[in-house]
């Protein structure tokens, strides 16, 4: 019970983060928002498939939510993506990673992020819209390795989280 109640917060949490600030990206009919940092988060925190769950059905949501469900079906799928290779590259211990593999673990999230919404933007408005949209999504995935990082450095050093990795076996 305690690991769906977790989860249905991690959505949660990934929705409102999503919503809270959109900039709209005029080319692709798109946003930028600061729910990367979320997912990639959650990721480490508790690994690949919580952070696949929480990446695609919260971001997903808000997508819904705030009118662009047109986006939902992409994201569903960019966002699972991403939050699982973040939690599998970053590797779970009770050690927070290393910072190297950490970071390299946000830039894969990053560029799953950004090439996903380009092949999503090609298909839906052509690759010159698409191709616009990437330098913002790049910008979002920046900035939310930035916020991710010293997020995860301090809910890895909580000591009731310890006892909750076994939530993604």
């Known amino acids: ?10 959505i949660a949490l990934t929705a409102v983060a999503t919503m809270a600030v959109q900039i709209p990206i ?18 480490v925190v508790f690994g690949p498939r919580f952070g696949f769950l929480v990446g695609s059905l919260g971001s997903a949501l808000a997508d819904v939510v705030t009118g662009y469900a047109y986006w939902a079906p992409a994201t569903l799928i960019i966002k699972g ?19 190297l593999k950490l970071i390299w673990s946000f830039a894969v999230g990053a560029i799953t992020m950004a090439v996903g919404y380009f092949i999503a933007g090609a298909i839906m408005y052509g690759g010159a819209a698409a ?25 890895k050093k909580l000591r009731f989280l310890d006892r909750e990795k076994k939530l993604d076996k």
């Open 1 to 10: 019970m305690k690991r769906i109640s977790f989860l249905g917060l991690g």
């Open 26 to 43: 005029p080319a692709t009919k798109g946003y930028l928002n600061l729910g990367d940092s979320v997912i990639m988060v959650l990721a």
């Open 81 to 99: 993506v991403e939050g699982f290779l973040v939690g599998w590259f970053s590797g779970r211990s009770k050690q927070p990673p290393n910072h």
């Open 131 to 155: 191709l616009a949209d990437t330098p913002a999504n790049l910008v979002q995935g920046i900035g939310s390795v930035v916020v991710a990082l010293p997020l995860t450095y301090a809910l």
